[in-house]
């Protein structure tokens, strides 16, 4: 039952990273590929109508993980205490700049909510990947099951770390730029002129380093992790996940030779969700390894009681095949590229 | 306050008083609006549509606000009361979650369609579009009251040996007494504010003649709506959380009531400060055997007071929980004198060219938000000491390792953020009411994001 869980809740982060994933990298690119008000109404309306509900995901997965693993929800939460308060800040601000900036037309407000947009986008794509990477290299729980990382300490992966040294930075690094190129690419796939034109350049640039920072990463975290060398060599199947990464991200750049650009946003989220779930593969059973190894928070030692995990799958799967259907329906009448209409009130 | 535990109550205190403006209108809002479309799809009159349009504008921007000041409510139970989560997270994390999976899904989706969908759905498609935003709210509602209901009223969960709190009864956490009844308050709650709310818009329409005809709507639509939810939330609905508070936690109702002395034929309090050194009301203004009656419909029935009960069992702020108890039920009954007066008036037809009533109405619209608001505090405070009636006292919630200097600095964070929101908040509302139900006359705008669905 912790398994199965562990497997859902693992699944929803990752549909929201591929969600909200997308319009965060339009966030980050927003200044660098649309430069007139036309144009930047046109990455806005590319993600206006559908990054609240990318986002509910993150919110519905955190609720998922309060009840089905309260100790890792409370351990995580609290220790994870200063980034995440920083990450509140900047989703509020990045969901009014969006919502806010075409309520009014003058040269003072759009300018400083197209700013914050895309500094908060930015911000956030490394903060979510500095996370991601705390998670991964271990927190410094003790005996309680609590922790507090400060923003850093010396920088080091030693006992007492902080949010940022230079295994989370560097991750931060790559999630900033996996994060550009699938919003270069979405707004590639849903604009005309020249932001489909920047965008797909900024795509293409950014793959470089992605691909570079991939595999570096990947090398250092066998080694800071072993955890996750240990189950690729137990059970062999899991490579499946690797290979699905190596073949989104080499399906993104021949899909872009082809100027396919359907084609080429769904090879970097076969890519996007290639990474999360050998990250996720990697790390099973612990839930929250910590620096000491026998603190670490593992499914077991984590999830809630069986009787309201058996009652949450009746509803859970209910409700999610509901959420499924809505966001069928919503992305399938929003199909297509954007177009920028002239005559339209103001909502 | 140099402990972190008064810190972290105040943190949450200050964050969830600020959401809880937005979701009180939206909810509200979110019925009127289906009253309107529901106008606009019997009369075929594109004046109702005008008007839904109207409100789906001032609707979208507090939800806009509701939507990002209440994601960090979620992440406050992990963040600021960690001890609280790891011990009832299997219960109430049901609730939270079901929140998200059940309403926040269905709420996003629709409320782009409510908002730019018309022409693609149709009349009876955008009539849909209107109430399954209305659900969704409500749903929504109904997830966050039965997670606080829990919290006052635990049931339906067993302890284990580790002291950790399991569910064992599902239905019992999400069908209970308390959550009805609680959740029928917080809810007319919520339709009184989008009420005075529509009905002020209305009034301010009429005494400064502009779109008169719609100002005639919005008074009607919301003093008719309005008189019914605030009769209703007297009665039944705050009568019969009096005397679940009586009978499940006694000594809140002595401490609501600033009654330091238990007796028979007990009064209720009308005017007085409570004096905690003293123990007794200063200049008091009283109703004999009033409080004997209202909760035990008895005249001279013993009521149990503060002296009742050892000092640490009491609500640790007595006189901040009488006053917010006593505005609460003070507005109240000044809503409902507001309203009937004006349901009666708009029966005889005179509500329109009253100047006297219609400032009234208008001049009424920021007293909801505070009846909702002390309403919350009567909930919250009384509930003190207690984080889960009974089970867990606050003092045990908190997060162990953040510190208090830590909880200052984002607690300083979110006060400066959310003054500036609530500025931009004031300013993009009073905007549209100043454009009116037919801005395409006035221009000064252009289009918002479109695209959206159409």
């Known amino acids: 039952m912790g398994t199965l869980w562990f497997c859902l809740v693992a699944a929803m982060i990752t549909v ?9 990298g339009a966030g980050a690119i927003h200044l660098l590929v649309a430069k007139t008000d036309e144009e930047r109404r046109q990455v806005l309306a590319s993600v206006g109508p559908v990054w609240d509900g990318n986002e509910v995901w993150l919110i519905a997965a955190g609720g998922t993980l309060y009840f089905a693993f309260p100790a890792l929800y409370a351990s995580g939460f609290s220790g994870f205490y200063l980034p995440l ?55 410094p729980l003790d005996a309680g099951g609590y922790f507090f990382e400060p923003l850093w300490t010396d920088l080091r992966l030693g006992e007492q770390t902080g949010i940022l040294d230079w295994y989370t930075i560097l991750v931060g690094g790559l999630a900033l730029l996996v994060l550009v190129m699938h919003g270069a690419l979405w707004v590639q796939m849903k604009t005309t002129g020249a932001v489909n034109q920047r965008s797909a350049k900024i795509a293409s640039d950014v793959w470089w380093g992605v691909l570079l920072l991939t595999a570096v990463i990947t090398t250092i975290t066998f080694k800071v992790q072993p955890q996750v060398k240990e189950n690729f060599v137990r059970w062999p199947l899991g490579l499946v996940f690797p290979f699905l990464a190596i073949a989104g991200i080499a399906g993104v750049r021949f899909e872009l030779a082809k100027r396919d650009e359907r084609k080429a946003f769904f090879a970097s989220c076969a890519y996007l969700a290639g990474m999360l779930t050998s990250v996720v593969f990697g790390l099973y059973p612990l839930v929250l390894p910590a620096r000491n190894p026998i603190y670490s928070l593992t499914v077991s030692s984590a999830k809630a009681a069986d009787y309201g995990l058996k009652i949450g799958l009746v509803w859970w799967t209910f409700g999610i095949l509901l959420a499924v259907g809505y966001f069928t329906y919503t992305y399938r009448s929003l199909a297509g590229k954007v177009v920028i209409a002239k005559d339209q009130t103001h909502p | 306050m140099e402990h972190a535990l008064g810190v972290h109550r105040l943190h949450f205190a200050f964050t969830i008083t600020f959401h809880y403006i937005f979701p009180q209108l939206t909810m509200g809002l979110a019925l009127l609006i289906v009253y309107l479309k529901t106008k606009a799809l019997r009369t075929n009159d594109e004046h109702y549509n005008r008007a839904t349009r109207f409100w789906a504008r001032i609707f979208g921007i507090n939800f806009a606000v509701g939507v990002v000041t209440g994601i960090p409510m979620e992440f406050q139970f992990g963040t600021n009361w960690a001890a609280f989560s790891r ?73 284990d040996s580790h002291g950790q709190i399991e569910l064992a009864n599902f239905w019992q956490l999400v069908l209970n ?28 329409y009429l005494l400064t003649k502009r779109h008169e005809s719609y100002g005639r709507t919005f008074v009607k639509g919301g003093v008719l709506v309005g008189v019914v939810a605030a009769v209703l939330q007297l009665f039944p609905t705050g009568d019969e959380q009096g005397k679940l508070i009586a009978d499940h936690q006694p000594v809140t ?60 069992q009491w609500p640790d702020m007595v006189p901040l929980l009488y006053f917010t108890y006593h505005v609460m039920v003070g507005l109240g009954t000044i809503f409902i004198a507001v309203m009937v007066l004006a349901a009666f008036m708009l029966w005889r037809g005179r509500l329109f060219t009253s100047r006297g009533m219609l400032w009234a109405l208008m001049v009424c619209v920021p007293l909801p938000y505070i009846a909702n608001t002390a309403g919350w505090m009567t909930a919250e405070l009384g509930r003190q000491p207690w984080l889960i009636y009974g089970l867990m006292r606050t003092a045990h919630g908190v997060s162990p390792q953040v510190g208090v200097g830590n909880a200052w600095f984002t607690l300083i964070g979110f006060m400066g953020l959310y003054m500036v929101l609530g500025i931009l908040w004031l300013f993009l509302v009073y905007r549209e009411i100043e454009d009116g139900p037919e801005p395409d006359e006035v221009v000064h705008s252009e289009p918002a994001v479109a695209g959206a669905a159409d």
Not at chain 2, 110 to 119: N, P, S
């Open chain 1, 16 to 24: 929201y990273v591929l969600l909200d994933g997308f319009d965060l």
């Open chain 1, 85 to 139: 308060m920083i990450v509140l800040w900047l989703l509020i601000l990045r969901g009014i700049s969006i919502e806010f900036r075409n309520h009014i037309i003058s040269r003072v407000w759009d300018p400083l909510w197209d700013f914050l947009f895309s500094a908060s986008s930015l911000l956030l794509a490394v903060f979510f990947g500095a996370a991601l990477a705390n998670v991964v290299r271990g927190v």
């Open chain 2, 177 to 204: 007494k308390w959550v009805m009844w609680e959740y029928a308050h917080t809810m007319l709650g919520a339709v009184q504010t989008g009420c005075f709310v529509m009905a002020a818009v209305g009034a301010f």
């Open chain 2, 253 to 312: 109702l002595a401490a609501m009531e600033g009654l330091f002395e238990s007796q028979k034929g007990a009064p209720v309090a009308l005017i007085g400060q409570p004096d905690l050194q003293k123990r007794r009301l200063d200049n008091p203004i009283q109703i004999p055997n009033m409080l004997s009656f209202l909760t035990y419909r008895e005249w001279r029935a013993d009521v149990r007071g503060l002296d009742a009960f050892p000092q640490d």
């Open chain 2, 87 to 159: 011990a009832a997270g299997g219960v109430i994390g049901q609730t939270l979650a079901m929140e998200g999976v059940f309403s926040f899904f269905l709420e996003s989706s629709f409320l782009g369609l409510l908002l730019f969908g018309e022409k693609k759905l149709g009349r009876i498609g955008h009539w849909w579009a209107a109430f399954l935003v209305w659900l969704g709210s409500w749903l929504s509602g109904y997830f966050i009251v039965a997670t606080n209901a829990w919290m006052q009223y635990p049931t339906g969960h067993r302890v």
